[in-house]
């Protein structure tokens, strides 16, 4: 039985993927910050599947969390599947948001994606398989005022993807950036969003985390692609990006709209 390894794997997009993986017969390890809620899902996932589970608490978006975990991975010799889902969002310009969020949001996102996927490739490549699935966003394709280094940091999963596709071709060991737009989880419920416009969309706009779970482990079997837009609808939405001169246009005036919201939040700040 070989053993898929999640993070974020207590809630949202990563608790679906840690629920389809054990339902498809892997062992799962969850990693959390969080001892009672990884004691939970651990709990929870063993009640419902004949699978192993196990956790491993500590903080990939620090440090010593992240070298703690490191160590363990690198250690464990039936690796099938990484899911790095552990991310959270913020909103503010950059010249608002505490300099140590900046650094952990950049840290958890990217760093623990590399060195998680640097911990787990050796041996899949080994194997002859592995499946390693990045949770990215749609915001990687959007100039976002408010969102910016959110987006950056999605933007260096989809290269990270692309990149290690190329690495590993001929090895049976896969990688994906999925780009989710919308979904309900409690993603939108840390306080940054209480005001956003995101929020306030329509239901149509909206995927389960069951959805963006069941697309990208079919996505990853079936092509052999590095990034994934979870959703028709969002995959329409690049898609009309991507199309000459419209596109451009388009884009253009998403910036602009952008550009003039934070041009009025800095004058309504400083009206001097
Ligand atoms: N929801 C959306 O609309 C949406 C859209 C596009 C992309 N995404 C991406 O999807 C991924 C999963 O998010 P979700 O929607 O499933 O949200 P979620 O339900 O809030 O789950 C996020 C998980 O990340 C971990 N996490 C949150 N803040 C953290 C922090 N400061 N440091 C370390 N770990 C932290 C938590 O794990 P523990 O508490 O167990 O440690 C939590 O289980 C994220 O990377 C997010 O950027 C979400």
Redesign the pocket.
């Known amino acids: 039985m070989s053993t898929a390894v999640i993070?974020?794997?207590?809630?949202?997009?990563?608790?679906?993927f840690a629920e389809k993986l054990a339902e498809s017969g892997h062992n799962i390890i969850?990693?959390?910050?969080?001892q009672e809620?990884?004691d939970k899902?651990e709990a929870e996932l063993k009640n419902k599947y004949s699978v192993n589970v196990s956790s491993i608490v500590a903080?990939?978006?620090?440090h010593e969390g992240l070298y703690r975990i490191y160590g363990k991975l690198e250690k464990e010799n039936d690796i099938e599947f990484l899911v790095?889902?552990?991310?959270?969002?913020t909103t503010g310009n950059v010249e608002e948001l505490e300099p140590d969020l900046l650094e952990?949001?950049i840290y958890?996102?990217d760093t623990a994606a590399t060195l998680l996927a640097r911990a787990v490739i050796p041996g899949m490549v080994k194997r002859g398989k592995g499946r390693i699935i990045f949770?990215?966003?749609?915001?990687a394709f959007m100039t976002t005022a408010d969102f910016t280094v959110?987006s950056a940091?999605?933007v260096f999963l989809n290269m990270l993807s692309k990149g290690l596709k190329v690495e590993l071709a001929g090895t049976n060991v896969k990688t994906l950036a999925?780009?989710?737009?919308?979904?309900?989880?409690?993603?939108?419920?840390?306080g940054y969003f209480d005001d956003s416009d995101?929020t306030k969309a329509p239901e149509s706009y909206?995927?389960s985390?069951e959805e963006?779970a069941d697309e990208s482990l079919a996505f990853i079997e079936k092509r052999n692609k590095p990034v994934m837009i979870?959703g028709r609808s969002n995959r329409a939405f690049v898609g009309f990006l991507n199309i000459p001169l419209i596109g451009t246009a388009a884009n253009a005036l998403m910036m602009s709209s952008s550009e003039k919201k934070a041009a009025k939040k800095r004058f309504s700040e400083n009206p001097e």
Do not use: E
Not at 7 to 16: C, D, E, N
Not at 59 to 62: F, H, Q, R, T
Not at 178 to 190: E, Q, S, Y
């Open positions: 993070t974020g794997a207590t809630s949202g997009i990563g608790k679906a969850i990693i959390s910050r969080k809620s990884a899902t903080d990939p978006g620090a790095h889902a552990a991310g959270y969002g952990n949001q958890l996102h949770i990215s966003s749609l915001a959110y940091t999605k999925v780009c989710p737009g919308l979904v309900k989880t409690d993603f939108w419920n840390n995101y909206w995927l985390p963006v979870a």
